[in-house]
């Protein structure tokens, strides 16, 4: 098969403007193509296709899909490149037309920007499917043409590196326990002799004094692990890391404080920012970016049981912080406190945490952009940047003292796990709570709970977990491997 975009008419005549491939293959097939398009009916819509068969012996399905216009760019209103969305979305449902007529091979149009359609092809296939007797057809997309081959790899990297977080969150949560995930991403790392995966056990926590982990951890039958990935990517092994920290909770019960059973079942996503953090830094290895990477994932279950948290408990975290437990479903900042006081021993250029951490950031944004608690501009401004060449968005988020007030006005500990007016501005309370357990310069968190999943709004993503934001932690760990900032 093959996919060839074109862009939508400037002028009201309404004919075609193929991109180069497209008027390449038009010549081809002796102006055909060009031919039946105008017969078609009207112009193609962005996103949308029309199939033709029987034009090329070598090619003996073309779908040919809508690029919207021609010069789309960055667009300030939507905070990203509207042009490289473009690709992806387009891309990504002609190769499912594809797959759709079961051929097993698909070429693409590499659209003006390989890299992109690479994302759009690799990413809009991608399906869980392991677990079904009757899956799709497997189908294989190459870039068409061979101008853009080193743009169409690093695309076909950082879609794959996406496609690995999605499949982590999507998979069962008694296929993908703390000791397997961990045990996943040991083995997609095995290849690379410039990183170190250590797996630690819960007496290695013990002695690290992560009261508040193992506080969630001891309700479950499954043991916690203690995940971190050492990727020595820069010239110098003693170059300050970049400290990347993602919640793991591999399935969330909600504890004592039991959620509602409706739509528990997601919840197997939990370690979402786990499943980002270390998919990023899989990625990093696989394009060999010059700088030095620390992953730290704190693995373990939240499950009711008579050893599990109870709510109005106290318990101490790694840096000798009591915190009160208001609500055992709070857990993942209980995790994070003790893996945040962690990273501080590694003399971190900057920490970036990521957690499916509250239902309110869904509230606020939806499923538009993770939100970003930070402390630093610098770190703010790489990640936004970062974040409008992928597409994959961000939103900085306020720090106020006017939180923090709210998690240490305490009757019982130095701190709370939740805000003292209940659900009000939730995500900020837990994002003040985490600053507590923070004293470096560049720190950011981001809470990823509304961009955990996807249903039809990113267009390139089938329905299920989205493993976002993988690519734009890739994009941000690439733009600092450039910067010279210190």
């Known amino acids: 098969g093959l996919v060839l975009g074109v862009y939508s008419s400037e002028k009201d005549d309404g004919a075609a403007?193929?991109?180069?491939?497209?008027d390449a293959f038009d010549r081809l097939v002796s102006g055909k193509l060009r031919t039946l398009l105008s017969l078609c009916g009207p112009p193609l819509k962005k996103g949308k296709t029309r199939?033709?068969?029987?034009?090329?012996?070598?090619?003996?399905?073309?779908?040919?899909?809508?690029?919207?216009?021609?010069?789309?760019?960055?667009?300030?209103?939507?905070?990203?490149?509207?042009?490289?969305?473009?690709?992806?979305?387009?891309?990504?449902?002609?190769?499912?037309?594809?797959?759709?007529?079961?051929?097993?091979?698909?070429?693409?149009?590499?659209?003006?920007?390989?890299?992109?359609?690479a994302e759009g092809a690799v990413l809009g296939l991608h399906e869980y499917n392991e677990l079904?007797?009757?899956?799709?057809?497997?189908?294989?997309?190459?870039?068409?043409?061979?101008?853009?081959?080193?743009?169409?790899?690093?695309?076909?990297?950082?879609?794959?590196?996406?496609?690995?977080?999605?499949?982590?969150?999507?998979?069962?949560?008694?296929?993908?326990?703390?000791?397997?995930?961990?045990?996943?991403?040991?083995?997609?790392?095995?290849?690379f002799s410039n990183?170190?995966?250590?797996?630690?056990?819960?007496?290695?926590?013990t002695t690290q004094e992560m009261g508040a982990f193992l506080s969630v951890a001891k309700g479950s039958a499954e043991p916690p692990i203690f995940l971190e990935i050492h990727y020595s990517g820069g010239a110098n092994t003693d170059d300050s890391p970049l400290v990347f920290v993602g919640k793991g909770v591999t399935f969330d019960?909600?504890?004592?404080?039991?959620?509602?059973?409706?739509?528990?079942?997601?919840?197997r996503a939990d370690m979402g920012g786990a499943a980002t953090v270390c998919s990023a830094i899989v990625t990093a290895a696989a394009l060999n970016l010059p700088l030095n990477i620390i992953g730290l994932a704190p693995l373990c279950e939240n499950m009711p049981s008579g050893k599990a948290n109870k709510p109005g408990d106290v318990v101490r975290a790694k840096n000798g912080k009591t915190i009160q437990v208001d609500n055992t479903d709070a857990e993942g900042r209980l995790l994070l406190a003790d893996a945040?006081?962690?990273?501080?021993?590694?003399?971190?250029?900057?920490?970036?945490?990521?957690?499916?951490?509250?239902?309110?950031?869904d509230?606020?944004?939806?499923?538009?952009?993770?939100?970003?608690?930070?402390?630093?501009?610098?770190?703010?401004?790489?990640?936004?940047?970062?974040?409008?060449?992928?597409?994959?968005?961000?939103?900085?988020?306020?720090?106020f003292e006017h939180y923090t007030k709210q998690v240490t006005d305490c009757p019982l500990a130095d701190v709370s796990n939740v805000g003292k007016y209940s659900r009000a501005g939730g995500a900020c309370t837990a994002a003040a709570f985490l600053k507590e357990f923070v004293t470096a310069s560049h720190w950011?968190?981001?809470?990823?709970?509304?961009?955990?999943?996807?249903?039809?709004?990113?267009?390139?993503?089938?329905?299920?977990?989205a493993g976002r934001p993988t690519r734009t932690l890739v994009e941000f760990a690439a733009r600092l491997s450039q910067d010279s900032h210190n």
């Not at 990183?195 to 926590?205: A, D, G, L, T």
């Not at 039991?258 to 997601?266: E, I, N, Q, V, Y």
């Open 363 to 399: 509230v606020a944004l939806g499923s538009a952009a993770a939100g970003v608690f930070t402390n630093s501009s610098w770190l703010w401004n790489h990640l936004y940047e970062a974040s409008i060449l992928t597409g994959d968005r961000v939103w900085r988020m306020p720090l």
């Open 253 to 267: 019960s909600g504890g004592i404080s039991l959620k509602p059973s409706s739509g528990m079942d997601a919840m």
């Open 17 to 22: 403007q193929f991109t180069s491939a497209g």
């Open 132 to 191: 079904k007797q009757k899956k799709k057809p497997v189908v294989t997309p190459r870039l068409h043409g061979s101008a853009e081959s080193e743009a169409w790899q690093k695309g076909v990297i950082y879609a794959e590196g996406q496609n690995l977080a999605r499949y982590l969150m999507e998979a069962p949560a008694n296929y993908i326990t703390p000791i397997k995930f961990a045990e996943h991403i040991e083995q997609k790392l095995r290849s």
């Open 51 to 117: 199939v033709f068969h029987g034009l090329h012996q070598d090619f003996p399905s073309v779908v040919v899909v809508g690029l919207g216009k021609k010069n789309a760019g960055i667009n300030e209103q939507e905070n990203w490149n509207e042009g490289k969305e473009n690709i992806r979305t387009a891309v990504a449902v002609g190769c499912r037309q594809i797959q759709d007529l079961e051929i097993p091979c698909v070429e693409v149009d590499p659209c003006g920007d390989a890299q992109a359609a």
């Open 444 to 465: 950011a968190h981001l809470d990823i709970a509304g961009v955990m999943s996807n249903k039809d709004e990113v267009p390139y993503l089938r329905k299920g977990m």
């Open 340 to 361: 945040l006081c962690y990273a501080h021993n590694f003399n971190a250029r900057a920490i970036v945490n990521a957690a499916t951490l509250t239902g309110a950031m």
């Open 195 to 205: 990183v170190k995966v250590h797996i630690r056990p819960e007496s290695w926590i």
